[in-house]
Structure formats: C-alpha cells, structure tokens
T-cell receptor, first 112, second 111 residues
Framework: EDKVVQSPLSLVVHEGDTVTLNCSYE??????LLWYKQEKKAPTFLFML????IEKKSGRLSSILDKKELFSILNITATQTGDSAVYLC????????????FGKGTLLTVNP | DSGVTQTPKHLITATGQRVTLRCSPR?????VYWYQQSLDQGLQFLIQ???????AKGNILERFSAQQFPDLHSELNLSSLELGDSALYFC??????????FGSGTRLTVV
C-alpha cells in the first residue's frame, strides 16, 4: 500500500523565520511528488517534482526531491502570517490508474 | 475559482439516509477524482474516472458508489449513512497524470 509520511505534524514559528517541512514516501510506480497548500477549503497546488536534485522555486517557497532516499522537503523563507496553512505532500503513482496519495499534512502557524 | 464545481457546499442528513454529491470538472479535464477528508485520516483517495471509465479505486466503502457521465460530470452516491461518514468530500480533476485541481468540497454532516 502506498504511504506518505509528513513531519512535523505541526509547527509554530514567528514571522520572518525559515521553516523546513519534510515528506517521505513509499509507493509503487512513482511518477511525481506534489506539494499543496490548504487554508480554509480546497488544497491549492504549489509544486510538482519528478526529477531528483532539481530545486523548484516560487518566491519564498522552494522544494527539492531525493528519489534515492525517497523524500522531499519544502522550504519557506521569511515566513509571513499568510503562510499559515496546512501543507500537504502527495505522491502520484500508477499509469492509466494514476492517483495521488496524500500525507496527513503539516499545520504551520506563523505568529506576528 | 478553480474551475471545478461541487454541489452542494453543505449537506446535513440523518443516519441511514442516502445522498448524492455532484462534481463538474474543469473544462477540458477528462479525469475526475473523489477524496474524503476527515480530521484524523487526512485526504483519502476514493475513486478515479477517466472519460466515463473507472480507472482506480482506493479505500471506498461498498456503501459508496460513483459514476462519470458522458458530459464528464461525476456523482458520488453515499448510502446507509453512518455518523463516521461525516467529512469533507472533495472532487478534483486533471487533464492527465500530474497535478489535480480541487473543487471547494462538500461538507457532509450525518446526525
């Protein structure tokens, strides 16, 4: 059974801090690793990673994948209160039966 | 607005009842996915359809069923509802393997 484990489960920081969120996985027929941000409602897409060692960056957020060690990290620098959310890691697997398996998420709280 | 439309937004029903949740995918997306999100379990994959055909099945209970229609909208039917079925149900769509675009969800409360 496909498995995605995120750590920590929750994190409280002050504005301006840098945070690192972790995601490890065990899946059959790996295709991609994705990060989503979930605030009040629907998860919104952040990154999709398919190759090891290539950092993806969007503003203050960045992510990298290690396919040998089966993990990914999501970094957020200079955190702001608007970064407070649940960050979800998901792994895409399968061919015609493609699906995303999600971890339980990391709840990030950024205090002013 | 993500382009994925789910109705209704909220649903309150009694144990033992049956409900239907509806999803219209983003224009051009052929794949529809259903997920259940509860506080303790996180986002759990239920089922995936591609252009009307069931392609993948997750931990979907036998009391639950789904289908995708020729116009690509999908319905998730939940029957013999139990208190533990209370959760947020998300529909997502995609063109192919890759990132999914989620709708705003249907919050189901079983009383």
């Amino acid at each position: 059974e496909d498995k995605v484990v995120q750590s920590p489960l929750s994190l409280v920081v002050h504005e301006g801090d840098t945070v690192t969120l972790n995601c490890s996985y065990e899946v059959t027929n790996f295709r991609s690793l994705l990060w989503y941000k979930q605030e009040k409602k629907a998860p919104t897409f952040l990154f999709m990673l398919t190759s090891s060692g290539i950092e993806k960056k969007s503003g203050r957020l960045s992510s990298i994948l290690d396919k040998k060690e089966l993990f990914s990290i999501l970094n957020i620098t200079a955190t702001q209160t608007g970064d407070s959310a649940v960050y979800l890691c998901a792994v895409g697997s399968g061919g015609s039966n493609y699906k995303l398996t999600f971890g339980k998420g990391t709840l990030l709280t950024v205090n002013p | 607005d993500s382009g994925v439309t789910q109705t209704p937004k909220h649903l309150i029903t009694a144990t033992g009842q049956r409900v239907t949740l509806r999803c219209s995918p983003r224009s051009g997306d052929l794949s529809v996915y259903w997920y259940q999100q509860s506080l303790d379990q996180g986002l759990q994959f239920l089922i995936q359809y591609y252009n009307g055909e069931e392609r993948a099945k997750g931990n979907i209970l036998e009391r639950f069923s789904a289908q995708q229609f020729p116009d690509l909208h999908s319905e998730l039917n939940l029957s013999s509802l139990e208190l533990g079925d209370s959760a947020l149900y998300f529909c997502a769509s995609s063109v192919g393997p890759g990132d999914l675009t989620f709708g705003s969800g249907t919050r189901l409360t079983v009383v």
